[in-house]
């Protein structure tokens, strides 16, 4: 399903987490086994994750990749954005990215925040 990332040399920490970069399950045909929407279950290693790594005041460089970089990595690297800087623009308001906004509301919600209908609180 794509690359697996080792620690080792200048990686310290690695998650591994596939999930196809769709946006609800009326993408998925039930006889393809290759798209996976992402879980409740993967927003949660993906907080585990970051929660460990803070605790250990461990981040120094956080490389968020998905197969393009364009959608789900930047939904991901948004949210985090949002949670611990306040703020998601570098990648709402970019030509650069395209943030799916599946996974980026799967990882809101499993940091606690909630959508009022215009952000997140």
């Known amino acids: ?3 697996k990332y ?12 596939y999930f196809s970069d769709i946006k ?7 006889d393809d086994e290759t798209k996976r929407l992402m879980t409740d279950e ?3 290693q ?4 970051i929660e460990v790594l803070n605790k250990r005041n461990d981040i120094e460089l956080l490389i968020i990749h998905c197969h393009a970089g364009i959608s789900r990595s930047a939904a ?10 306040g ?7 970019s030509s650069r990215y395209n ?11 499993a940091f606690g925040f909630e959508n009022n209908g215009s952000s997140f609180k």
């Not at 609800?24 to 039930?30: C, F, G, K, R």
């Not at 991901?76 to 800087?85: D, L």
């Not at 703020?87 to 308001?93: A, K, S």
């Open 24 to 30: 609800d399950s009326s993408s998925i045909n039930e």
């Open 1 to 3: 399903m794509g690359f």
């Open 46 to 49: 993906i907080k585990k994750f």
């Open 99 to 109: 943030p799916n906004m599946y996974v980026y509301t799967k990882i809101m919600k």
């Open 87 to 93: 703020t998601d623009n570098e990648y709402f308001y």
């Open 6 to 17: 080792v620690p080792g040399g200048n990686l310290v920490e690695a998650l591994n987490i």
């Open 42 to 44: 993967d927003a949660l």
């Open 76 to 85: 991901v690297a948004a949210a985090i954005s949002k949670i611990f800087n």
